[in-house]
């Protein structure tokens, strides 16, 4: 049986995770001196409510190489023949290159079955999706070649649009990237911003947070037939906003993730992500 890996950047449930047979290797999350395990002992609306009372600004940690050898160890001792690890882009973590080294040091004996590491450029529910139709497809009974083709396409077609509160936590978190050209008018806007590449690129600053809902609209509807929209949200409230807008130019369903930590510390309170996989 193939089995999937992933992060806790995917902002999977725990509960659909275990359901789907995911294994999630954890980032941490860290404010001052105290660290928790990225949505295992620090969940998102704990997170959230820690982030605006908390003195300390966020810090991330990609999960040492160690923690991904334990996972890959113990999934070929369950009776794995084969493992697709999907990560958020690298040039957002070292959680990729982390895998990498992993599967690169295993023992011999062990690296007897193949592991493939996939860098997803994307991150959130962007990735989410993907993940859930590769656990499909090994159920399915395709290969691993098919399953790594098939994971890599979806994530290719995976559009993200995400609309943020403040840009100040994108700034102290150092992954700007291209996005720094928005600083200069950093408190008065409501920034939207995407991947591409798997780096944060800016692409408007309206001035409130409806004309970035509805300026996400627009830009969703320019995309053309959708094989599936979800929205990431750092809250009920603006998650619903977005959906309602959202819901006017896309007639399907739309699927609502919570926004974890890892993310979050970057991106601040407030977030909300439309992710769509083009036709």
Known sequence: MIRIVTDSTADLPIAEAEALGITIVPLTVSFGDETYLDNIELDNAHFYVKLQTSKD??????PAPAKFQEAFTR?????????ISVHLSSKLSGTYQSACTARDTLPEDVKKVPIEIIDSYSISAGMAYALRKAVEEVQQGKTLEEVKVHLIDRLKRTRILAALDTLEFVKRGGRIG?????LGNMLSVKPIITLKEGEVVPVEQPRTRSKAYARIAQL??????????TIAESNEEVGAQLAEVVQSVYPGEIERYKLGGALGAH?????????AVVE
Do not use: F, H, W, Y
């Not at 291209?178 to 928005?182: I, K, S, Y």
């Not at 991106?267 to 992710?275: D, M, Q, R, S």
């Open 178 to 182: 291209a996005a720094r050209a928005l």
């Open 57 to 62: 600004l966020p810090q991330t940690s990609q």
């Open 220 to 229: 969703v509807s320019e995309m053309g037939p959708l094989e599936k929209l």
């Open 75 to 83: 999934l070929i001792n369950e009776g794995a023949d084969g493992i």
């Open 267 to 275: 991106t601040g309170p407030g977030t909300v992500a439309v992710c």
